[in-house]
């Protein structure tokens, strides 16, 4: 798990391929440094993988020339930490760790490497910064978080559907997905909705906890969980066979077949993490110097083609505010 595999060697507009190994800065062809960045990602779905895509063009618009060992989870915190403590090994000059378990990973393997992280929720409940304006220590990063997505979805559950019952599917082992489950119920109380939760532990337990939920809601809310929002395509069916409104954190799950989502692009917060990377790999910032960004921008984006599937007309007034894709 821990040999170099073949990365993105960046620099400038320019972008290579290559493979290596060692230890420390290299410089490349042009003479300046090149650095070694372990990359770790919970799971593959699509909202990580723009993240991860978003970080390298962060870099990239940085000028910054860097070498990239890719690593992916498949879902086990073992093997978070398995990844994380290979890099520490192989002495990379940065981790960027892409979801909660794997900047917690990170963290617990070292605290002198630099640490940026990309979709994590809330950061302090993690235990990964004291606070968000000042981490301290060894890393920093973004949110994927606005702070209003909970609170606007909520209202245009309450304000624009029928029935009271909203059932949210989320992984309770993950800290990142706790603290949005906490959120969503306080919102969804005020707001006089009821929320109906069933929790997995893994995404093939996805399926059958969303059919568990035939019956006893009227709508479902998936928000940014890892584990749920790679097998998006199981409650998807669901909500369609059953005409039940599917609302979803991010506007990738959108693109995958959730009705709607007040969402930002991955690509943005992840591109806000490589251009942090780049300050700390240049010497300019240390990364607990560095304040912890939420995203910048918030839309309401509805899917056509999953409002027909699961029977819900678009309203004239959604039309004005929303982007609307198929």
């Known amino acids: 798990m821990n040999k170099w595999t073949k990365g993105w060697l960046i620099s400038g507009a320019a972008v290579l391929m290559l493979a290596g190994c060692g230890g420390g800065e290299e410089t490349n062809e042009s003479g300046g440094e090149t650095y070694k960045i372990g990359v770790s990602q919970f799971v593959e779905h699509p909202s990580l993988d723009k993240a991860y895509e978003g970080f390298k063009k962060g870099l990239e618009e940085a000028g910054v020339t860097a070498e990239f060992n890719e690593q992916t989870a498949q879902g086990d915190q073992n093997n978070n930490q398995t990844i994380a403590n290979n890099f520490v090994s192989d002495d990379v000059d940065l981790i960027f760790a892409n979801s909660t378990p794997s900047a917690t990973a990170a963290l617990n393997a ?154 930002f692009d991955y690509e943005d917060i992840g591109m806000e993490a490589g251009k942090m990377a780049a300050q700390i790999l240049k010497g300019e910032k240390k990364a607990g110097d560095l304040p912890v960004l939420p995203p910048q921008n918030l839309k309401l984006v509805i899917n056509e083609t999953a409002a027909k599937e699961m029977n819900i007309e678009i309203k004239e007034e959604w039309k004005a505010e929303a982007e609307l894709v198929k």
């Open 110 to 263: 070292t605290k002198d490497i630099p640490i940026v992280f990309t979709s994590v929720t809330d950061p302090v409940a993690a235990g990964l910064v004291k606070d968000t304006e000042k981490p301290g220590g060894n890393v920093t990063g973004t949110i994927d978080l606005h702070p209003d997505a909970i609170t606007n979805t909520v209202k245009f559950m309450a304000e624009q559907f029928d029935g009271k019952n909203v059932g949210v599917i989320y992984n309770a082992g993950e800290q990142n997905s706790v603290a949005q489950a906490e959120a969503v119920e306080k919102v969804l109380t005020d707001n006089g909705l009821k929320m109906v939760p069933v929790t997995v532990s893994t995404s093939s337990e996805v399926k059958q906890a969303t059919e568990s939920l035939i019956g006893k809601v009227d709508m479902f809310y998936i928000f940014t969980d890892n584990t749920v929002v790679s097998a998006l395509e199981s409650v998807v069916q669901v909500a369609n066979k059953e005409d039940l409104p599917l609302f979803v954190g991010e506007k990738d799950s959108v693109a995958r077949g959730g009705f709607a989502a007040y969402g």
